[in-house]
C-alpha cells in the first residue's frame, strides 16, 4: 500500500505569512491528490484537487503544487480563519489514503 | 445543494455491530457520477478512510478494515448505510459520510456534519 507523510506535524505562524505543507507519497501518484481543510468541530473541507487546481469558492491565497510523490500546499498570507489543520489524500487507485495532518496554529 | 445527515446509535457496545445511516437530499444516490464513502476520525486523531460504493455496486474498502465492513446503497430512500461488525473501544470515532467524485478527481467534496460514535459497555 502507499503511505503518505506530511509534514511539519504542527506549526505556528503570525496573520500575514506565507505558510507551506509538505505531503510525501511512498510511491508515484501523478498529480492524484486533494488537500483538505478541518477547521475545530467542523467537517473537512476539499481545498485543491488534481494536486493544484482549486475547488471552486476556495481563496485564492491557497494553492498548491507538486506530481509523482511530493507534493505542497501554500498559503500564501495566513488569515485567522485558516487555523485549522490541513490533510492530503491520494486517489490514484482505490484506496483513498489521507495524510496524518499539519495543524496551523496562529501565533 | 447536496446535504448529507448520519444518524444512528451513538453507544454501541463491545463486540456487537456499529450501524449508521446517511440520508442524501438534493441529489440521487444512483446517479453514476458519484460514490457514497464512510471516513472517520478517533479523539484528537487524524482522518481515516473506511469505504465507497459505487451505484453499480462495486465497492472499495480500507484494508485494515475490510473483513469488518458493510456498505450499502439504498436507492428508494436515498440513503446508504455503514456496518462495522465486532466493535472495541478503537472504534469510538466521529464518523462521516460523505459524496465522492466519480469521473476523474476522486475527492470528497460533500460531507456530513459527522456523528461521535462510543464503544463502551
Known amino acids: 500500500d502507499i503511505q503518505m507523510t506530511q509534514s511539519p506535524p504542527s506549526l505556528s505562524a503570525s496573520v500575514g505569512d506565507r505558510v507551506t505543507i509538505t505531503c510525501r507519497a511512498s510511491q508515484d501518484i501523478r498529480n492524484s491528490l486533494a488537500w483538505y481543510q478541518q477547521r475545530p468541530g467542523q467537517a473537512p473541507k476539499v481545498l485543491i484537487f488534481d494536486a493544484s487546481t482549486l475547488q471552486s469558492g476556495v481563496p485564492s491565497r491557497f494553492s498548491g503544487s507538486g506530481s509523482g510523490t511530493d507534493f505542497t500546499l501554500t498559503i500564501s498570507s495566513l488569515q485567522p480563519e485558516d487555523a485549522a489543520t490541513y490533510y492530503c489524500q491520494k486517489y490514484n487507485t482505490g484506496l483513498f489514503t489521507f495524510g496524518p495532518g499539519t495543524k496551523v496554529d496562529l501565533k | 445543494q447536496l446535504q448529507l445527515q448520519e444518524s444512528g446509535p451513538r453507544l454501541v457496545k463491545p463486540s456487537e455491530t456499529l450501524s449508521l445511516t446517511c440520508t442524501v437530499s438534493g441529489d440521487s444516490i444512483s446517479s453514476s457520477s458519484y460514490y457514497w464513502g464512510w471516513i472517520r476520525q478517533s479523539p484528537g486523531k487524524g482522518l481515516e478512510w473506511i469505504g465507497s460504493?459505487?451505484?453499480?455496486?462495486?465497492?472499495y474498502f480500507n484494508p485494515s478494515l475490510m473483513s469488518r465492513v458493510t456498505i450499502s446503497l439504498d436507492p428508494s430512500n436515498n440513503q446508504f448505510s455503514l456496518k462495522l461488525s465486532s466493535v472495541t473501544a478503537a472504534d469510538t470515532a466521529i464518523y462521516y459520510c460523505?459524496?465522492?467524485?466519480?469521473?476523474?478527481?476522486?475527492?470528497?467534496?460533500?460531507w456530513g456534519q459527522g456523528t461521535l460514535v462510543t464503544v463502551s459497555s
Open positions: 460523505a459524496k465522492q467524485e466519480a469521473i476523474a478527481a476522486r475527492i470528497f467534496d460533500f
Open positions: 460504493k459505487y451505484y453499480s455496486g462495486r465497492t
